[in-house]
């Protein structure tokens, strides 16, 4: 079979990674909020405890991934939109006796960045919300802390502890020398964006529990290709054992895919299909082949222009085939 993984970790790798010049944008549009909210709260709320800020989500652990542009119409024009979130956590840091209930949190944040972009913010059960105009938009969690475990304030259930840090830890902890694991978990939120993109109707897990099922369910092998196709067997044995995705921080008994169990049947058949995608990769000879079954489930961003039209030798075909015809672990 072909080895694809240099197309993956050199050059598609590449290509869906946040590049730096959108980083450093979406730090000075953070800035520029933070600016905002901490200019509110020393104008209208002088004697409130004010803001302090901690970036969270996957800019920091570096997982972030290029959205594919779309083409939408926006006041009458069609204009390309990028659909990814950045999350910086609010925190009001006291005690017990100074905190406010979770909405008027919530309507001070949205009434301190409403006003930002020409959109009108928006308010979740999780976050206030501030869109741009390309798509994108920065998602302000509100925290209150007093003690070692923040609490989220949370439109429906309430103050509930939430510790985005103990999770940055905790992924630093689990892709610690493992550098490709982080690849991985690229690769699997860019297969979710294509789906996204070519059946928006089919509704697949956030990016954080993609993160932790592929942190949970990684198989290190010295190439990508392979690596991938066998973390995503285990992946999808794992969910049709028990459907569960438990969060490794504060709450642990908490399942994340409780709200997704009506689409379980969904989601294991999409990871069916891109395992099935993945084995006639790994058992095709030529590179130009094997590239356009990766593009199935990468789309046309999976960079074939890249492979060579020639066959791989016969022995990393007979590893291939090896790789490909594997079920670690599963029964």
Known sequence: MANCHTLFATDFNSIIRLNDSKRKSLKKSRKALRDRIRKYFRENKPYELQPKFSSQGSMVIDT????????????GKEQTVLYYDVDDGVYFIGNQFDRKAVQTYHNWIREAVDGHTAIPAKDKNTCVRTLFADGHNIDHPIYFKDGSVPELAHMAKGFTQSDPKAFRDWFEVQVKDKPQLRRLVRYIKAWCDYRKFTRPDQKLPSGFIMTILTCQNY??????????????????????????????????????????????????????????????????????????????????????QNAKDEDENLSSVYLSSVASNSRPYAQ
Do not use: M
């Open 219 to 304: 198989y290190a092998h010295d190439r990508d290709d392979i690596a991938l196709k066998e973390t995503l067997v285990l992946i999808k044995d794992a969910l049709r054992r028990n459907f569960t995705c438990y969060r490794p921080t504060i709450d642990t008994t908490e399942n994340l895919l409780i709200e997704y169990w009506n689409h379980r049947v969904s989601l294991i058949e999409q990871l069916g299909v891109f395992i099935t995608n993945g084995n006639a990769a790994l058992e095709e000879r030529n590179h130009k082949k094997a590239c356009g079954h990766w593009q199935k489930s990468f789309g046309d961003r999976f960079p074939c």
């Open 64 to 75: 972030i991934i290029e959205p594919i542009p779309r083409k939408e119409k926006i006041d």
